[in-house]
């Protein structure tokens, strides 16, 4: 069963940085494109940032646009998020997913991980 594991979350200032990581585990599959959503307590889980596995497409949500970098190692099937300049209101549980599907556009995450939390104070 394929696992995905996140990593790297923390608290943090406003105005600092973090890395999230994540992996897949427990098996092998061929991600199509992962994707970062985040969720705070009360509100619906909502789209970060998504990559395709081969060509490296960026989709990104307005709120996290030139401070958020999604990327992808294709050799561990893992992909990250560069975090700059961080806010309060970024503050969440950040989840890693995954289409391993490959029906195209939409993309449909069939694979989640268990989240990161990510606090951000003023």
């Known amino acids: 069963q394929v696992q995905l594991v996140e990593s790297g979350g923390g608290s943090v200032q406003a105005g600092d940085s973090l890395k999230l990581s994540c992996s897949a585990s427990?098996?092998?599959?061929?991600?199509?494109?992962m994707a970062w959503f985040r969720q705070v307590p009360g509100k619906e889980r909502e789209f970060v940032a998504d990559?395709?596995?081969?060509?490296?497409?960026?989709n990104y949500a307005d709120s996290v646009k030139g401070r958020f970098t999604i990327s992808r190692e294709a050799t561990k099937t893992a992909v990250y998020l560069q975090m700059n300049s961080l806010k309060p209101e970024d503050t969440g549980v950040y989840y890693c997913?995954?289409?391993?599907?490959?029906?195209?556009?939409?993309?449909?995450?069939?694979?989640w991980g268990q989240g990161t939390q990510v606090t951000v104070s003023s």
């Open positions: 427990g098996g092998t599959f061929s991600a199509y494109a």
């Open positions: 997913a995954a289409d391993s599907h490959g029906w195209g556009l939409p993309y449909e995450w069939n694979h």
């Open positions: 990559i395709s596995w081969s060509l490296g497409m960026t």
